[in-house]
T-cell receptor, first 115, second 114 residues
Framework: DTAVSQTPKYLVTQMGNDKSIKCEQNLGHDTMYWYKQDSKKFLKIMFSYNNKELIINETVPNRFSPKSPDKAHLNLHINSLELGDSAVYFC??????????????FGPGTRLLVL | GQQLNQSPQSMFIQEGEDVSMNCTSSSIFNTWLWYKQDPGEGPVLLIALYKAGELTSNGRLTAQFGITRKDSFLNISASIPSDVGIYFCAGLALGGGGADGLTFGKGTHLIIQP
């Protein structure tokens, strides 16, 4: 069974559209994250949620809005897509709340291409 | 913000050679993680380090958490073709709550010539 899963794996869309990426983890973790990987493979945190509550919101345009219906799911909605949003988006999860020995596990990624 | 300097940026080696890569930081981390990313996949955790000075092995991989908490290295012994990929170090400076994002290095691209 896949521990952290994301859908879709590939997303090609026109500039200006609104799209969502879904993430689910079956590890029983309390914390979930969204990372963005650019064309140079650099990974950067975007958001983290702990037990459905937003903890981190890095300097991400407010066109990006995470939504957590329950602690096993963290979806990413993107409004008015721009060319620069093209990247690979990774969901991750960790046990969270422990303050020590945290390890994050990543999903397979969603490759977003904005045309 | 925090930055991790990972080196080398890329390595071209012969099969069977040993590999060494490292990460340094200007700030202290409480956790160091090493990941490998294959093309089209997400990062897969290789080794997790939680204590300064800790030396941990996972098969042919060995990683150490630097005593100053500002650096870590990863060694791969007797490389094989499936070791090809991008290796990332990542640091976590826990501020409480355990929900902090990882700070990643820029990756080491490992290429193995048969």
């Amino acid at each position: 069974d896949t521990a952290v899963s994301q859908t879709p794996k590939y997303l090609v869309t026109q500039m200006g559209n609104d799209k969502s990426i879904k993430c689910e983890q079956n590890l029983g973790h309390d914390t979930m994250y969204w990372y963005k990987q650019d064309s140079k493979k650099f990974l950067k945190i975007m958001f983290s949620y702990n037990n459905k509550e937003l903890i981190i919101n890095e300097t991400v345009p407010n066109r990006f809005s995470p939504k957590s219906p329950d602690k096993a799911h963290l979806n990413l909605h993107i409004n008015s897509l721009e060319l620069g949003d093209s990247a690979v988006y990774f969901c991750a999860s960790s046990q969270g709340g422990q303050g020590y020995q945290e390890t994050q596990y990543f999903g397979p990624g969603t490759r977003l291409l904005v045309l | 913000g925090q930055q991790l300097n990972q080196s080398p940026q890329s390595m071209f080696i012969q099969e069977g050679e040993d590999v060494s890569m490292n990460c340094t930081s200007s700030s202290i981390f409480n956790t160091w993680l090493w990941y490998k990313q294959d093309p089209g996949e997400g990062p897969v955790l290789l080794i997790a380090l939680y204590k300064a000075g800790e030396l941990t092995s996972n098969g042919r991989l060995t990683a150490q958490f630097g005593i100053t908490r500002k650096d870590s290295f990863l060694n791969i012994s007797a490389s094989i073709p499936s070791d090809v990929g991008i290796y990332f170090c990542a640091g976590l400076a826990l501020g409480g709550g355990g929900a902090d994002g990882l700070t990643f290095g820029k990756g080491t691209h490992l290429i193995i010539q048969p």
